[in-house]
């Protein structure tokens, strides 16, 4: 029988290597996609794979890969959307370049790859397409603004794709890990310091544990949305039955504006 055929972005480092290894580890042939070019010559060799330095956050760069890639190998038979990037900062702290930026990994990265494959694989009547999401697209907090706002527009672009791809044969679905302890956190400094205390209640994974979730999920709620570990997966859905009462107790427990500090300690002391 022929190897099933998995694309991974993201892939040089974190959660997207350890889902590149595990897909392999589970025999299949794995297309690693990052822009780090000799982390990824690495990782293919090791796993007997293929790798593809590319900026996904290029459009047309991107669309040159998928082409060279069905040249290549043919058309992937699971899509993994892995890569993202964006600081958690507030508004005031965010530029208009930086905005878009956070807009491009992973929404726009995600569209673009999936567009990249979406024909062929219609004409096959078959495959996988799935995204790497965060707890912000299902519960926001404070001071995480555009990284938020890209994370919703990933997860709506998950949503509508599986009602756009209805009865074609091709599966839509995404894993929601809690905070996963990753490079992620010391690319981007401060970060971790706006994640909310409620955190605690949830959990956190190592990407190791990420990509066995994944493997999980692709076997049998490839079609769904899931969550892990089982204490946010028991959270996340009270956020959409009850959005205001979760929405608070990650907004008590987040990030404070140092001027919402003081005024905060006044009212205390009045």
Sequence with gaps: MTRRLALV????GGIGEAIARRLAADDMVVIALARRAEKLRTLAAEIDGAAYAVDLSDPDATTAVCQQILEEH??????????????????????????????????????HVT????EPML????GTIFQINSPVAVVPWPGAVGYAASRFALRGFTEALRQDLWT??????????????????????????????????????TPEGV?????????????????????WALIAPWARVFPGVVAWLFRATGHRRLHQKKDTEGRHRG
């Design 9 to 12: 972005t993201g892939a040089s």
């Design 123 to 126: 004409r096959r009547g078959s």
């Design 168 to 205: 074609t044969g091709i599966r839509v679905g995404s894993l929601t890990p809690a905070r996963v302890h990753s490079e992620y956190f010391d690319a981007n400094p401060g970060s971790v310091e706006r994640v909310p205390r409620v955190e605690a209640l949830v959990g956190t994974m």
């Design 211 to 231: 990509a066995d979730a994944v493997a999980v999920s692709l076997r049998h709620r490839a079609h769904r949305d899931s969550f892990v570990p089982w204490r």
């Design 115 to 118: 567009r990249g494959f979406i």
């Design 74 to 111: 043919g058309t992937p038979d699971v899509i993994i959307n892995n890569a993202g990037a964006g600081r958690f900062i507030s508004i005031e702290e965010t530029s208009n370049e930086e905005a878009r930026q956070q807009l491009e990994l992973p929404y726009l990265a995600a569209f």
